[in-house]
């Protein structure tokens, strides 16, 4: 198999796995995936965070923070497949 489709390929597998998965720690847990929270948002309470923890605030927080972090992963790994398929065509010629 090609260098360049592993490399895209693993670039993908971990953008899924970014957008895919819940986040969360051991104080607080989103019950949807990233992905799902970036189309539609959970709810938030602007007026209760001033005196408790806004759990829909922070997964929303969470999910634009994992849509940077996927985006930024299928950059470098289109680039790196790019890089890898150039290199190659130019060493067959």
């Known amino acids: 198999m090609n260098s360049a489709r592993v490399a895209f390929a693993v670039s993908a597998l971990l953008v899924l796995a970014l957008l895919l998965f819940p986040t969360g720690d051991g104080s607080y847990g989103c019950h949807r995936p990233p992905a799902t929270l970036l189309i539609v948002p959970a709810?938030?309470?602007?007026?209760?965070?001033?005196?408790?923890?806004?759990?829909?605030?922070?997964?929303?927080?969470?999910?634009?923070?994992?849509?940077?972090?996927?985006?930024a992963v299928l950059l470098a790994g289109s680039l790196l497949a790019a890089t890898l398929r150039h290199r190659t065509r130019r060493s067959r010629d």
């Open 43 to 71: 709810k938030e309470n602007p007026l209760a965070r001033q005196y408790y923890f806004d759990e829909g605030y922070q997964c929303n927080q969470d999910a634009r923070r994992r849509g940077v972090e996927a985006v």
